[in-house]
């Protein structure tokens, strides 16, 4: 598909290519897990946003062209290619394949380098790859991946933790002037530890994002699970997926709710993953913790 002007991602790809899409959105980052038929896709002139693709299949012959470079021949589970905002790239695969897609938010990608003190934050440039193994890519898209395949999404907390990990990697490895960002060591203070908590616990059943502690306890998103986590000892998912939990513990023992609205109440989406996050971390299911208390 041609284009004179550079175009969103998703507009390459004609809905009529792609046999299965899933899409999750994660705040300045899209991903999308597609199966598509043989095709090919261009962009000319480049894309809008930056865009990430990890191979999930077997891919026999896959040709690309990106800003220049080309790269013509097989690709492996695992490799990955990376296209830079406004890099005119090509396309093109002769087999059904299937992959895992992050369209990452050019402003998302400058804020992060501006909370992490990333040098000449304002002019940095990400650089295109052309069929890369990185295991630290592989490894969060494995993840976000897996969450995906559950239908049993673990909330935005999770997945934005995640993409942020991504977008931190992106700006220390795929820059054309890669830098050391600044590391932060320590904890958060007393003070805005039990501001974040008490946020939490009055919000438990609501779908919490990262942004939204961060900005409680007034501190860079990129360096905010890493703080809290020298704080409490678990990362900031995995306290509030606990919290939850107690709370549920509560609820089943003392309240006439079904398991159904106690997974509501308790920021459960659905039943099937309170049941799962809950023999988890208890080794019961709902059912059979309030039958056994």
């Given at each position: 598909?041609r284009?004179?002007?550079?175009?969103?991602p998703?507009?390459?790809?004609?809905?009529?290519?792609?046999?299965?899409?899933q899409?999750?959105?994660?705040?300045?980052?899209?991903v999308?897990?597609?199966?598509?038929?043989?095709s090919?896709?261009?962009?000319?002139?480049g894309l809008?946003?930056?865009?990430?693709?990890?191979?999930?299949?077997?891919?026999?012959?896959?040709?690309?062209?990106?800003?220049?470079?080309?790269y013509?021949?097989?690709?492996?589970?695992?490799e990955?290619h990376?296209?830079a905002?406004?890099?005119?790239?090509f396309?093109a695969?002769?087999?059904?394949?299937?992959?895992?897609?992050?369209?990452?938010?050019?402003?998302?990608?400058?804020?992060?380098a501006?909370?992490?003190d990333?040098?000449?934050?304002?002019?940095?440039?990400?650089?295109?790859?052309?069929k890369?193994?990185?295991t630290?890519?592989?490894?969060i898209?494995?993840?976000?991946?897996?969450e995906?395949?559950?239908?049993?999404?673990?909330?935005q907390?999770?997945?934005?933790?995640l993409?942020?990990?991504?977008?931190?990697?992106?700006?220390?490895?795929?820059?054309?002037?890669?830098?050391?960002?600044?590391e932060?060591?320590?904890r958060?203070?007393?003070?805005?530890?039990?501001?974040?908590?008490?946020f939490?616990d009055?919000?438990?059943?609501?779908?919490?994002?990262?942004?939204d502690?961060?900005?409680?306890?007034?501190?860079?998103?990129?360096?905010?699970s890493t703080?809290?986590?020298?704080?409490?000892?678990v990362?900031p998912?995995?306290?509030?997926?606990q919290?939850?939990i107690?709370?549920?513990k509560?609820?089943?023992k003392?309240?006439?709710?079904?398991?159904?609205?106690?997974?509501?109440?308790?920021?459960?989406?659905?039943?099937?993953?309170?049941?799962?996050?809950?023999?988890?971390?208890t080794s019961?299911?709902?059912?059979?913790?309030?039958?056994?208390?």
């Amino acid at each position: 598909m041609r284009s004179q002007l550079a175009v969103h991602p998703p507009k390459i790809m004609q809905e009529d290519w792609v046999l299965s899409r899933q899409t999750l959105h994660a705040g300045g980052v899209i991903v999308e897990h597609h199966i598509q038929p043989p095709s090919e896709a261009e962009a000319p002139n480049g894309l809008t946003h930056h865009f990430l693709a990890l191979q999930l299949s077997y891919g026999r012959r896959q040709i690309f062209r990106i800003d220049g470079h080309e790269y013509d021949g097989p690709l492996l589970p695992g490799e990955t290619h990376l296209i830079a905002k406004s890099a005119p790239s090509f396309g093109a695969w002769e087999t059904t394949d299937e992959s895992l897609i992050f369209i990452i938010d050019p402003v998302f990608l400058q804020r992060v380098a501006s909370e992490a003190d990333f040098p000449s934050s304002d002019k940095f440039e990400l650089i295109s790859v052309l069929k890369t193994r990185d295991t630290k890519i592989e490894s969060i898209a494995m993840a976000i991946y897996s969450e995906m395949e559950q239908k049993n999404w673990g909330g935005q907390l999770y997945i934005e933790s995640l993409t942020n990990v991504l977008a931190i990697h992106l700006l220390r490895n795929y820059t054309s002037h890669p830098s050391k960002l600044k590391e932060y060591i320590g904890r958060l203070s007393k003070k805005k530890l039990q501001q974040v908590l008490d946020f939490i616990d009055n919000n438990i059943e609501a779908d919490i994002k990262l942004d939204d502690l961060a900005q409680v306890a007034n501190v860079s998103l990129c360096y905010f699970s890493t703080l809290f986590k020298e704080s409490v000892g678990v990362t900031p998912w995995q306290y509030v997926m606990q919290q939850r939990i107690e709370r549920a513990k509560v609820l089943l023992k003392t309240g006439n709710c079904s398991i159904a609205e106690i997974a509501l109440q308790c920021g459960f989406k659905t039943q099937s993953h309170f049941t799962q996050q809950f023999r988890k971390l208890t080794s019961y299911s709902p059912k059979e913790y309030r039958d056994k208390i």
